[in-house]
């Protein structure tokens, strides 16, 4: 007997050994943490161009935040705010919130999550640092989002909107944009806004129609979104058009096999093919390469109803009901009772359809009141948009009276030298004519005294000689003096000549 005990004992030793040991092996396997490279983060903080310090460094803080083990996040949080005090880096209570929200999005604390990015997003928002304050809103919006909080999510993406409009010429593409038009339009189609959210699918492919980068990042979820919009309005056509789209093999996304193949099955769901859409649901739950959507088993239930298999249906509803997780779509809720009720309908039980009717007629009550606070903040981003698009017509028109009033400028200038130039031409001829009836009248005088009174000379001696009984003598007698007369009509011509050449 004692011996037995003896085994049995070395048996328990053994067996707390192994386990201690395995235990001491998880724990080292956990406590792997990647270190922080000093070096790159000391690059960052040391960059001079502060709008790129401030992309690497929300990057780099991120992703650190997130490669982290639980155990781990404190101290990964401490090192960083340590390196931004000793840099006194700028906006370090903002990024130290962030980091906090962040690690504690990653452990599922949503709620804390949710108040540490908001008062991250206040402190860049009070400080007017607009990139930081985009990203915290969006990040902001995803929480919400996760929460069922879509009022917020939605009001916090159109904030994170105008920011991006402040400093939009950082950016070198419109996919900051885009993808907030996207964000914006999934949550209009989770409330049944399909006509909004579809709009703004058009408003996010018309930013980035041009940039075949930002089309092969974000082309896929814009069709898969738009598909979501067309399934819910049970428009198959356009529904089919957009999966025809996303099986093109130009699509690249790390979701696109999950989009192909949930956008195939609701095209059964629409068919009514319901045997075929339920297979195919079924197969994907258990494949590791599909996403699963929080809506899969809503979808399942729908069909097993529609098929007639009630009672599978219900086993899945009234699980739905219980975890009462929040979901997505704000009318889960009314359209998992309204499916019971009518359940219980065909079933004869009428007490327990009665019973779910009202419960669905509440929860449609509370979503109309959800619907009428969305549609509130819809009227608010058509304000937001109309007022921006009125801001971008004013810079443009205040461009084009800048550009109106430079050629008035420029054309009173050519006038003005136009008219000068004429006054100086005018004046010109004015002088020309001037110095012309000054020199005619120099030259009538000298023609008319010093030509003439020579000329005159000449010829006086010329009729002297003429009428003279002996020519010859009188010709030497008076050759001197014709001779000087002659040089003297020379000179006076050369003088008119002289003055007619200046």
Known sequence: MLRKLLIA???LILFVCICKADGLKQSAVQSVQLKINQDTLADILEQKDYFIRQKRLLVFVKNYIQASHPDKMSAVQDTFN????RYNARNKEAYSAFMRSIALYKQKYLKEAERYMTAAAQMVQRDKEHYLAYQFLTHLGFIQTDRGNFIGAIYNYRMATKEVIQIKDKFKDNRAQAALNINISDLYYKTGFYAQSLNYLDNAWSL????????SLLSSVIFYNKSENFFRQKNIDSLRAYHKKLNDPRNKNYKIYTYRERTAYYLNLLKQEYDVA?????????NKSYVPSELEDQHLADAYYASGQLDSSKKILDRLITADNENNHPEIKYHLYEILAWISGKKGDYKASAENFKLALQQSQENTTRLTQVGNISSQIKIDETENSYIQQTQEYERERLWLIFIVIIAALSLIAVALIYRNVKQKRHYENLLYATKKAELSFINSHEVRKHLTNILGIMDIIQHSDNNK???????E????????LDEAIKNISDKINE
Do not use: G, W
């Not at 340590?82 to 005090?85: A, D, E, I, L, R």
């Not at 980035?208 to 089309?215: F, V, W």
């Not at 339920?278 to 258990?286: G, P, T, W």
């Open 481 to 488: 003096y014709l001779l000087s007369s002659a040089k003297r």
């Open 9 to 11: 004992l070395n048996f």
């Open 208 to 215: 980035i129609s041009k940039d075949e980068a930002s089309k």
């Open 82 to 85: 340590n390196v931004f005090s």
């Open 473 to 479: 003598e009188e010709y030497k007698q008076c050759e």
């Open 278 to 286: 339920i297979k195919q649901i079924l197969d994907l739950k258990k």
